[in-house]
């Protein structure tokens, strides 16, 4: 892993928070990381890595960040080709377990178009929820690590511990 954005936007800081553990989980690979929240710089910095980690919340019933959101038709136009991406998501799984980590499902639908490669699919097993967007069609996994910071925040830097080192495997694996 060259050089790594991680790329996050936030209302509460959690999202930000988790960037801070990612970052933190590939210092202790060797592996340096730049943090951006998307408000405050071009979407196009993005292209300047070679691997990016994308951080969304999910909002009540499965509304997007507004700061993501605002980036909507910035991002369906990105050239991501040869970019390894990796996402990860924030919700609520029961307070809100019909939208559980939607806003993550949005920006991979945003992006699959752009040539990126994905990583860091997480398996759905631990979680209790009804219906995610950022699911595959048997519910078997996540699009990207999924964090619910308000139920289950005793299993964040364990989930992100592990998310990390498969990640960090499967674009390994990639570059091999």
């Keep these: 892993m060259n050089k790594v954005g991680i790329f996050y936007g936030t209302d509460t800081n959690n999202t930000e928070m988790v960037a801070g553990k990612i970052q933190m989980q590939l210092s202790e690979l060797g592996i340096e990381a730049e943090m951006h929240n998307v408000v405050d710089i071009p979407i196009a910095t993005m292209l300047s890595y070679d691997t990016l980690i994308l951080g969304i919340p999910t909002w009540d019933f499965g509304g997007i960040q507004a700061d993501w959101e605002d980036l909507a038709h910035e991002l369906t136009q990105l050239n991501l080709s040869g970019k390894i991406v990796a996402l990860y ?21 945003q992006l699959k178009s752009t040539g990126a490669v994905f990583v860091g699919a997480w398996s759905t097993e631990g979680y209790d929820f009804e219906a995610s967007r950022a699911c595959n069609s048997d519910k078997s996994e996540f699009v990207g690590l999924a964090i619910d910071e308000d139920q289950q925040f005793d299993l964040t830097d364990q989930r992100i511990e592990q998310w990390v080192i498969q990640v960090y495997a499967e674009h390994a694996a990639l570059a091999a």
């Design 89 to 109: 998501g924030l919700g609520d799984q029961f307070g809100y377990g019909d939208y559980f980590v939607d806003a993550m499902g949005w920006l991979y639908e």
